[in-house]
């Protein structure tokens, strides 16, 4: 059974703490990405990554940075966490072409900052 | 710039039919529509996906116009566990991916 794999499945940080998410998928897919996700506003694409140490920024990549050193990890870092940071963040993997927007979820990190 | 709108809610009972559409203005012209479903404490589940008129699975059937400004997903004869959130996804001219804000389904009994 494919498996996208988040590190923890909430968390509690403190302001200006730096804050690492990681993601890990046993698909061999090129394709990464990193949402957050809040009420009545969906999910909105924080970075994507379609190939080891490729990055590209989605629609709100203010104050997150992303790392891809390996095909199977996508790490999502806060740089200095911030309260407006709380959220749920979401990952996914893909196949490139056609399969780009079958997307497989991992179960979501729900992070709290205080 | 593009943007996909969808009802916030909608209710069904078991057995009928439920038909989710999504407004989409703007998206790529060769790329696909696809469909998720989301239950609570779980990432999005892909269901569907198509290019151009109609496409069926075992779970769902999905209805694009020639026009490509909006899909419809139906869902025959919904059961309790169908009760979710589902989304629309599409890509605008500029290749970026494009979520609806997710319509929550809820079948009665």
């Known amino acids: 059974d494919v498996k996208v794999t988040q590190s923890s499945r909430y968390l509690v940080k403190r302001t200006g703490e730096k804050v690492f998410l990681e993601c890990v998928q046993d698909?061999?897919?090129?394709?990464m990405f990193w949402y957050r996700q809040d009420p009545g506003l969906g999910l909105r694409l924080i970075y994507f990554?379609?190939?080891?140490?490729?990055?590209e920024k989605g629609d709100i990549p203010e104050g997150y940075s992303v790392s891809r050193e390996k095909k199977e990890r996508f790490s999502l870092i806060l740089e200095s966490a911030s309260t407006n940071q709380t959220s749920m963040y979401l990952c996914?993997?893909?196949?490139?072409?056609?399969?780009?927007?079958?997307?497989?979820f991992g179960p979501g990190t729900r992070l709290t900052v205080l | 710039l593009a943007k996909t709108t969808q009802p916030i809610s909608m209710d069904s009972y078991e057995g009928q039919e439920v038909n989710i559409t999504c407004s989409h203005n703007?998206?790529?012209?060769?790329?696909?529509i696809t469909w998720y479903q989301q239950f609570p404490s779980q990432g999005p589940r892909f269901i569907i996906q198509g290019y151009k008129t109609k496409v069926t699975n075992e779970v769902a059937s999905l209805f694009i116009p020639a026009d490509r400004k909006s899909s419809t997903l139906s869902l025959p004869r919904v059961s309790l566990s169908d009760t979710a959130v589902y989304y629309c996804?599409?890509?605008?001219?500029?290749?970026?991916?494009?979520f609806g804000s997710g319509t929550r389904l809820l079948v009665r009994p």
């Open positions: 703007n998206i790529a012209t060769n790329d696909y």
């Open positions: 698909m061999d897919h090129e394709n």
């Open positions: 996804l599409a890509m605008d001219s500029s290749y970026k991916l494009i």
């Open positions: 996914a993997s893909s196949r490139p072409g056609e399969s780009y927007n079958e997307q497989f």
């Open positions: 990554s379609y190939d080891v140490k490729m990055k």
